[in-house]
C-alpha cells in the first residue's frame, strides 16, 4: 500500500462520505446511511484504479454519530492512524467533507473540526481538500453565504486555507468526486500531527493534543489565537454598543432641541396671531395712477385686499377681488375685503 494513493476521508455523520467513496469505487458493499443515521463504525480502506495510479480511500466513522459518542470515534481514528504508520502507509492527503446544508458550525460541530485541526497539523494543510455537499440541498445564495463564512472566520475554515487547503464544491457525480481527489492524486506523503506524537514521540493516543481537546468537551480550552478570535470579535461588538448608545444619545439631544425649537416658533406665532387679531390698517393707499393687483397684476376693481405685513414704503400689496383674501405668505393673516374708494386714484 504504500505504493499506492492513500486518501482519508473524514468529516460528520451524514455529509456523504460514504457516498463519495461509492460514486468512485463503485463497491456494492459499501453502505449509505441516510439523514443523520451513520453507517460506518470503523476505519475501512476501498481500492481502486484510475489511470495508472492505484488509489486506496480511507472510509472513517463520523463525529455526532448515531451509535458512537465523539471521544469513541476519536479513539478509532487514533489507533488506525498509529497503526497504520507503524505499518509504513503514509497518507497523501485527506479530504474533509461537510454539508453545505448544515446551517450554523457550531457546538460539537465546530469541536470536532478543531479537533480534526489538532489531528492533522499545520504542517498538513496544505494536503487537505475541504470539500462542500449537498448544493441541491439549499438556495444557492445561502449556500454561497454559508461557504464565504466558512472560508473567511479562522475559527473555522480561514485558518486552513491559509496554510493551503483548498475549498471544492461536491456533486453527487463520479466526474466531481475524480476531480477532487486528482487534486491530492500527485503529491508527497504526510505524517499527521497525531502520528508524530504517537510514533515519533512515543505518546499514548488518550494523551494526544487531539484527544485532550475532546476529552476537555468544552470550547473553553480553545488554543490562545481561538481565545483572543472571540475576545476580539466581543470587544468590537461591545464598541459597536457603545457607538449606537451615543448615536441614541444624540438622537435624543437632537430631539429635545427640536422641540425647543418648534415651541418657540409656536409662541412666536401666538404672539403674531394676537397682533394680526388686534391690528388696524394705517397704511397710506393713495396712489396717482390706478393700482394693480401684486399677485396676478391686473387692474385693481370694485375691491380689493390689502396685506400691511407684506407692505413696504416704496409697495403697497393690494389684491385684486379675483385673487382672494389669502396672503401669499402662510404666516400672516388673512387680508380684509376694502372697497376701492379707498384708493385715490
Known amino acids: 500500500m504504500e ?51 492505484k488509489y486506496t480511500l480511507v472510509d472513517t466513522p463520523g463525529f455526532n454519530d448515531t451509535f458512537e459518542s465523539d471521544d469513541t470515534v476519536a479513539k478509532l481514528l487514533l489507533e488506525w492512524l498509529e497503526s497504520s504508520y507503524s505499518a509504513g502507509v503514509r497518507l497523501n492527503g485527506i479530504i474533509y467533507l461537510h454539508s453545505i446544508a448544515f446551517p450554523k458550525l457550531h457546538g460539537s460541530a465546530l469541536d470536532n473540526l478543531i479537533m480534526f485541526r489538532k489531528l492533522c497539523g499545520n ?87 487531539a484527544a485532550r481537546f475532546m476529552h476537555s468537551g468544552q470550547r473553553s480550552h480553545l488554543p490562545d489565537w481561538q481565545t483572543r478570535h472571540i475576545q476580539n470579535q466581543r470587544e468590537a461588538a461591545r464598541r459597536r454598543a457603545e457607538r449606537l448608545r ?43 395712477e390706478r393700482s394693480r393687483c401684486s399677485t396676478c397684476g391686473l387692474l385693481i376693481g370694485r375691491a380689493f385686499h390689502h396685506c400691511c405685513f407684506c407692505s413696504t414704503k416704496r409697495l403697497i400689496f393690494l389684491q385684486c377681488d379675483s385673487c382672494g383674501q389669502n396672503c401669499p405668505k402662510p404666516d400672516h393673516p388673512d387680508m380684509k375685503r376694502q372697497e376701492a374708494y379707498c384708493i385715490v386714484m
Not at 133 to 160: A, D, H, P
Open 3 to 53: 505504493s499506492d494513493v492513500v486518501i482519508a476521508v473524514m468529516g460528520l455523520t451524514g455529509v456523504g462520505k460514504s457516498t463519495f467513496i461509492k460514486n468512485l469505487t463503485g463497491n456494492p458493499d459499501i453502505v449509505i446511511g441516510h439523514g443523520l443515521m451513520s453507517e460506518t463504525n470503523q476505519v475501512k480502506g476501498y481500492s481502486f484504479n484510475h489511470g495508472n495510479t
Open 123 to 209: 504542517d498538513a494543510f496544505s494536503r487537505i481538500i475541504l470539500a462542500t455537499t449537498f448544493w441541491s440541498e439549499v438556495e444557492k445564495g445561502i449556500g454561497e453565504q454559508r461557504e464565504k463564512e466558512l472560508k473567511q472566520n479562522k475559527l473555522y475554515w480561514g485558518r486552513m486555507i491559509q496554510g493551503g487547503s483548498k475549498v471544492k464544491r461536491l456533486t453527487n457525480t463520479k466526474a466531481s468526486a475524480l476531480s477532487t481527489l486528482e487534486e491530492l492524486g500527485q503529491g508527497t506523503k504526510i505524517t499527521l500531527q497525531a502520528q508524530d506524537e504517537m510514533a515519533v514521540k512515543g505518546i499514548a493516543p488518550d494523551q494526544t493534543e
Open 246 to 288: 451615543e448615536a441614541q444619545e444624540e438622537l435624543e439631544r437632537q430631539d429635545k432641541r427640536l422641540k425647543e425649537l418648534n415651541d418657540e416658533k409656536e409662541k412666536v406665532r401666538s404672539s403674531q396671531k394676537r397682533t394680526f387679531g388686534t391690528h388696524k390698517c394705517r397704511c397710506h393707499l393713495s396712489t396717482r
